[in-house]
């Protein structure tokens, strides 16, 4: 798992998504053991606390859970759940931009039609 | 209370210091001795008394040299002015008596063995006659014990004095005591008072040291100890309020 | 309750002010960031806070008790302090036999491993070490002690690239296995940045932020545009600088960003800690 932070946002929700990426690429495997709280803050030189947050998030999303005693374990659905939830945030995060840069540079619809349409059968 | 570790701290520091001045002093006691052989005993006479000497003035530097580093040290490490204060004086009496020790040790072995007179019994010498050896032996080593101290605690309050004192001060007392005691309070005393300010002073430290009615050591020990007590005060109010500073 | 609360804290020093009327309250095993320029009184609050220093004014408080020459506050405390002071002869072996005196929690089996990750000779003289060796052997006593306070005044001076990475890791590791209050001062912000979890911003012996870094990174943005857009934009705004480069102008700003007023034409960046930091400090 490699993520570079920047500073656009909170390093928690950074971690966060990083560790979705992480589940989806099949990193970390359903029903398998994510590093703890401690090694991500160790290896990313990130507060404790900031790192415990980023974790709680994927534990409110039932991305993963706490084995007691072992540490936190992805869920069967993990996957599932971070494609859904990607899904409803692809269009403010994705097409919202897109739009958006398009206007200022003046690129058509029809235009960002094409380039879509050539991208996809790349 | 982590003061067991100032003393163990403060010896350890001191040890080595005291090893090299025995060092250096038997060297030198060496050589004195390989001249012996070629001198005529009048030569030694002249040469050889008062051995205890260079114990005080190296106690006295000792003192001037126990501050600074220590504290800076010792306060990083979390130890209280206080405790410093009483780590200094306590591990100060173990480092003094031995030295009185090894002095009056010393001094009688020299006694046997040649003309040497040692300082305490030059000093006291009417009170030396008339008195039983053991005895002597006992109030001497009590008396360059509270020396010692006197020696180490003067230091070691000339050394604070001058911790506390900003570099202004430090130049004002530097030039100002010395010149007080040594030009202005003589000429003074000649020319206005007529040499009774220094009588005076003469009187006093004769008094002090027992010497006025005939000689007595136990008077020179108490003063010896009140003086101590006095500088030690006095160091402890400027320790008491210190910065740690370089 | 606060662990560490500072009150009211004036220090002069002849005629200078080193700190004026400063009051704090940190809490307990959290790493905190104390961000200043040179002079603006860092150290000086440091030096207060393990009574090296007495205050001219004030108090200074840890776990309910007052810090002046208190034996069992300051034995909880480890100030690595910028200058050395230890004694011209010690060497590193003989330094962390007399740490363990003084501090009895003292780790010295730790202190071993960690000399030998950032390769410090152990039977060197303190003095003869380099800058940055004798910043890790500090460093190396203040994480080995086992204090429940440590202080770091500039802890990464002289240390290279690899050894500022190891540091940082070494340091979350000793944290997080035994939690701790953590106050770094550093000029390096950005490399620390991540690493604290409050900042505290001291200019001109004033503190002018106490914060989480979460919420202060919420708050600082730039904004850039046209002149005469940005002019009007940050009316009434708590701006903390401008910068002008012909005719486009970048105000940065202090305060939660309302991305539905922002005018069209005006671009929008976050500011890290070290941008803020400039922006805030600079006289």
Redesign the interface.
Same mark, same amino acid.
């Given at each position: 798992m490699n993520i570079d932070f920047n500073t656009d946002r909170p390093i928690y929700m950074q971690l966060a998504e990083g560790l979705e990426d992480a589940i989806l690429s099949g990193a970390y495997e359903e029903e398998t053991q994510i590093p703890s709280t401690t090694e991500i803050s160790v290896n990313y030189k990130i507060n404790p606390a900031t790192a415990l947050k980023g974790i709680n998030m994927l534990v409110d999303g039932g991305i993963v859970y706490k084995k007691r005693g072992l540490g936190m374990f992805v869920s069967t659905s993990a996957k599932e759940k971070i494609l859904d939830k990607r899904k409803v945030t692809f269009f403010e995060s994705y097409i919202n931009t897109l739009i958006s840069e398009a206007k200022k540079l003046s690129i058509s619809k029809e235009d960002i039609l094409i380039m879509l349409e050539r991208g996809f059968n790349k | 209370m982590r003061l067991k570790s100032v003393i163990k701290y403060n010896i350890s520091e001191t040890k080595y210091r005291v090893l090299i001045f025995y060092g250096i002093l038997a060297a030198i006691m060496a050589l004195i001795g390989c001249s012996q052989i070629f001198l005529t005993k009048e030569d030694i006479i002249s040469q050889s008394s008062g051995f205890e000497l260079p114990t005080i003035i190296f106690l006295f530097v000792l003192g001037l040299n126990s501050f600074k580093q220590n504290y800076l040290f010792l306060s990083t490490n979390g130890i209280t002015r206080k405790e410093q204060f009483y780590g200094f004086l306590i591990s100060s009496i173990p480092i003094v008596a031995v030295m009185g020790a090894i002095d009056i040790a010393f001094g009688n072995i020299l006694m046997q063995l040649s003309n040497y007179n040692s300082l305490f019994n030059m000093i006291y010498e009417g009170w030396v006659i008339d008195t039983a050896k053991p005895i002597i032996i006992l109030v001497a080593f009590i008396w360059s014990t509270v020396l010692c101290l006197f020696a180490i605690v003067l230091g070691y309050f000339i050394t604070t004095s001058y911790y506390r004192m900003s570099k202004m001060m430090k130049v004002i007392v530097s030039i100002g005591v010395p010149a007080l005691f040594f030009n202005i309070l003589p000429l003074i005393d000649s020319v206005f008072t007529n040499g009774k300010v220094l009588g005076w002073f003469e009187m006093l430290f004769i008094s002090l040291a027992g010497l006025k009615n005939g000689y007595n050591p136990l008077t020179g020990i108490v003063s010896l100890l009140i003086g101590a007590s006095v500088l030690a005060g006095l160091a402890f109010l400027l320790v008491r309020r210190a910065p740690v500073k370089e | 309750m606060s662990y560490i609360e500072i009150s009211n804290i004036t220090k002069t020093f002849g005629n200078t002010i080193a700190l004026d009327n400063v009051s704090l309250k940190l809490d307990q095993n959290?790493?905190y960031g104390l961000l200043g320029r040179n002079g603006a009184g860092k150290t000086t609050l440091l030096?207060l806070i $393990?009574?090296? !220093?007495?205050p001219t004014e004030g108090e200074i408080k840890v776990d309910g008790e007052s810090v002046v020459?208190?034996?069992k506050l +300051?034995?909880?405390?480890?100030?690595m $302090?910028e200058?050395n002071?230890?004694?011209?002869h010690?060497t590193v072996k003989s330094a962390f036999k007399?740490?363990k005196?003084?501090?009895p929690d003292f780790d010295e089996n730790y202190a071993k491993v960690l000399s030998e990750k950032f390769l410090l000779k152990n039977s060197k003289k303190i003095k003869s070490l380099s800058t940055g060796y004798q910043s890790i052997f500090k460093i190396i006593v203040a994480l080995s002690c086992n204090?429940p306070v440590i202080l770091l005044d500039e802890p990464v001076l002289g240390l290279d690239a690899n050894h500022r990475?190891l540091f940082?890791?070494e340091l +979350?590791?000793n944290?997080?296995?035994k939690p701790k209050t953590i106050i770094i001062s550093t000029h390096l912000i950005e490399?620390a940045s991540? !690493?604290?979890?409050d900042v505290i911003v001291i200019k001109d012996g004033k503190v002018i932020m106490n914060d989480s870094?979460?919420k202060v +990174?919420?708050q600082g943005y730039s904004v850039s545009g046209t002149a005469v857009a940005i002019d009007e934009f940050i009316v009434g705004k708590n701006v903390l600088g401008t910068d002008s480069l012909g005719g486009l102008k970048t105000a940065y700003l202090l305060e939660k960003i309302d991305q539905t007023t922002i005018p069209v034409g005006l671009e929008v960046t976050? +500011?890290?800690l070290q941008k803020l930091f400039i922006h805030m400090t600079n006289s």
């Open positions: - | - | 959290k790493i030096n $393990t009574n090296k !220093v007495f020459e208190n034996d +300051l034995s909880k405390m480890y100030f $302090t200058k002071l230890y004694p011209e010690m007399w740490s005196e003084f501090y204090a990475d940082y890791k +979350l590791k944290y997080s296995e490399e991540d !690493v604290i979890e870094v979460e +990174l919420l976050k +500011l890290d």
